[in-house]
C-alpha cells in the first residue's frame, strides 16, 4: 500500500507525552478529513497514553479499541529501571487520523487541539503551518498609526489615500493569497537577519499574519489621530501589495468624536463610507505597525476588539 501524500513545505511534528517524555511522531497530509482539516498521519512506533480519560468523545474511544483489537496499538516494553512510569502503548504501523486534533486525542488519550499540540523539533505549532481557517464574520480592529517613527500616519496618508498600512520594508514581495505563519517566519528571519532582535521577529510575524489573513473586507477600524476618532471599514483585499515595502488594506474613514472622551458611545453604529479598493506600495517611513489585541496601548497597530 502507497503511502499517503505529506502535506508540501510541512515539516515532522511530535508530542511529548507528561510524565515520561515519550514521543510521538506524524506528518500533516495532503488528503482533507470528513471535518474538512488536513488528514494527519501518526508515525509507526510513537508513543500513545495507555489510559482514556473520562471526558474522551465517543468516536476517538472508538478508533482506540479498533487499533487495540487490529493490532494498530500494541503494549510497550515496560521500562524495568521505571516501575512507576505510567502505562503505554506504541503504533505498530503507520495510523492515518482524519485530524490533527484526532491524532492529538489518541496520543493523548482526551481531547486536545491538535494545532496547538503538535509541535516541530524548534517548538513552533502545527497551526503555523495551516492556512487561516474559519474566523468570525465581522471583527473589529483599533489601529495605532499617529505617531509611528515620528510620522503621524493617520494624518499624512490613512485619511488622504483611504488605507490603513503595515511597515515591511526588509521583507520581499509575497505572491501567496493566504500565508502561514511558517512562510511568513521564513521571510522576517530572513529579512530581518541582523536588523532585528528575536523577540521582535517574532512579534513581527504575529503582526504581519494578523495584518494579512483576520482584517478582511467589511471588518471595522477605528483609528485616534489629532484627538479625533475615525471609524472606517475595510473595502479591499486582505494582504493588499504583497510586502512590497509596505503591506496595506484600503479603507475607509470618518470622523466621530473630537477631543475629551472619544471611544466613549463612539460604537453606535456609525458606518464609514465604502470607497473602491486600491493596491499601493510605498517607503518605511509611511508604514504603521499591526498587532494582535495584547499589544500595549500607544503601540501602533490593529487591537480586535
Known sequence: MDRPEVLPGTPEFVIKLPKDGAEAHGFLLTEFGYNGTHKFLLRQGSAVAAEAWPGLGDHARRFREELRANGGLVDAVPDPDRPDAPRRWIAARDIECNSSSAAAALVYGYGASGPESWRTDDGHPLGDYLSTGWRAPRKAWLVRGSNVSGHNLVRQLWLTEGIVSLAATHLPRLEEDDPTKSTL???VQ???????SYNQKRGLVDELHAFLTQMRIGDTVATI???TLYLGRITGGRGADR?????????AFRAVAAEGPPLRGAAGGRAAETVRAARRGGPDRSAGRAGPARRAAGAAGPRRR
Open 185 to 187: 517566519r521564513r521571510f
Open 190 to 196: 530572513e529579512g530581518y537577519e541582523g536588523a532585528a
Open 225 to 227: 489621530g489629532d484627538g
Open 243 to 251: 510586502l512590497a515595502g509596505r503591506a496595506v488594506q484600503p479603507a
